[in-house]
């Protein structure tokens, strides 16, 4: 079936750095892509809807200038989480449709720890 | 606004157990579709189940079924005979999409511990 490949699995950085964390298709093209959030015992919520060839499409709330979504290809996203703080620290996911829109894929999901 | 509520948080049962997670939803779409994911403890989510609003039956794959009520908006799972593998988070999610992919909807999740 079809795999999407989130990386990094887990990543610690310091307070007021940048993280990317990038979501492959592997064997398959995604022309969109979403970003979640999910906080400790929390559900996932969409941040954003990552298109290819245009810019993201953001969630309310949600600070497209801090969360930067790239999607450069169409087996790849990026997320990138600028000037992080440590209220940023949450698991990240991604998915993406297959090319016959009948099912969503997800990622492994990236922890993000910032100190 | 679409709503899903999973009522439990938190469900212990020792292994060989039949065990129940409940779902209930909102929505004011005449066509939507129920989802069922696993969050293993490595952290990925693995699909279950697809359901849209037209198909009432219940659908049993293995070990898993699941009720589907329209009436009562209800789209509850059941595992029998658990075992240590579905030790898990189970999300139930509503989305307007077949794919899941756009706008969905995740409850809060259940976890689910089976003790051997």
């Known amino acids: 079936g079809a795999v999407v490949s989130q990386h990094p699995s887990r990543v610690i950085c310091k307070s007021g750095t940048s993280v990317k964390i990038e979501c492959r298709s592997l064997d398959f093209q995604a022309t969109t892509m979403f970003w979640y959030r999910q906080f400790p015992k929390q559900s996932l919520m969409l941040m954003a809807t990552s298109n290819e060839g245009s810019k993201a499409t953001y969630e309310q709330g949600v600070e497209k200038d801090k969360f930067l979504i790239n999607h450069a290809s169409l087996t790849l996203s990026t997320l990138t989480v600028t000037s992080a703080h440590p209220e940023d620290s949450s698991f990240y996911i991604c998915?993406?449709?297959?090319?016959?829109?009948?099912?969503?894929?997800f990622g492994q999901g990236t922890r993000l720890t910032v100190v | 606004a679409q709503k899903v509520t999973q009522a439990q948080t938190e469900i212990s049962v020792v292994e060989k157990e039949d065990v129940t997670l409940d779902c209930v939803y909102e929505t004011r779409d005449t066509t939507y579709y129920l989802f069922w994911y696993k969050q293993p403890p490595s952290g990925e989510l693995v699909f279950l189940i697809r359901?849209?609003?037209?198909?009432?039956q219940n659908e049993i794959s293995g070990r898993y079924s699941w009720n589907f009520q329209k009436s009562t908006s209800s789209f509850n799972f059941t595992i029998t005979a658990s075992q240590v593998v579905d030790s898990a988070v189970y999300f139930c999610a509503l989305s307007d999409d077949p794919t899941g992919a756009n706008n969905l909807f995740f409850g809060t999740g259940t976890r689910l511990t089976v003790i051997p």
């Open positions: 998915s993406a449709p297959d090319q016959m829109n009948t099912e969503a894929f």
């Open positions: 359901r849209n609003s037209f198909d009432e």
